[in-house]
């Protein structure tokens, strides 16, 4: 019971992910992060974290949905929860529902930017799996 879980972070925003790592580290995770989706692919494959933060807009408008759709397809990580993390709500008024939007949004949960940290948290821990 004592071992960590290990939150991927995967975004552009170097400020955003030391914030999350901070607030993320503080709740006892461990954290590792990528700057852009393929490296983030590649960690996720290496490290196989329990959960992955992912954002939306990075190199390109949509990378954050073909990451997610991509990791959904690899045995190794189509199993770990991803939260998508999102300012589109922000930019465009569009608000993403998981359950309605599930069939062609691989995800398990939106997270509208900016992150409340305890929220976030929260969100994590409900779709972990406990560890043995």
Do not use: C, W
């Not at 992060?33 to 983030?40: I, L, R, S, Y």
């Not at 991509?70 to 991803?82: E, F, S």
């Not at 999102?86 to 995800?107: I, M, N, R």
């Amino acid at each position: 019971m004592n071992e960590k879980q290990t939150i991927l972070i995967i975004d552009d925003d170097i400020d955003l992910v030391e914030i999350l790592r901070i607030n993320l580290e503080n709740a006892g995770f461990d954290v590792i992060d990528a700057q852009d989706g393929q490296t983030g692919i590649k960690l996720a494959q290496e490290k196989q974290p329990s959960a992955i933060l992912l954002d939306v807009m990075m190199g390109v408008i949509d990378e954050g949905f073909q990451v997610a759709y991509q990791l959904k397809q690899q045995p190794k990580t189509k199993d770990v929860p991803i939260l998508m993390l999102t300012a589109v709500g922000q930019q465009t008024g569009y608000k993403f529902d998981s359950e309605k939007d599930e069939d062609f949004l691989p995800v398990d949960e939106f997270i509208e930017k900016p992150v409340n940290p305890k929220r976030l948290v929260d969100l994590i821990r409900t779709h972990l799996t406990p560890t043995m």
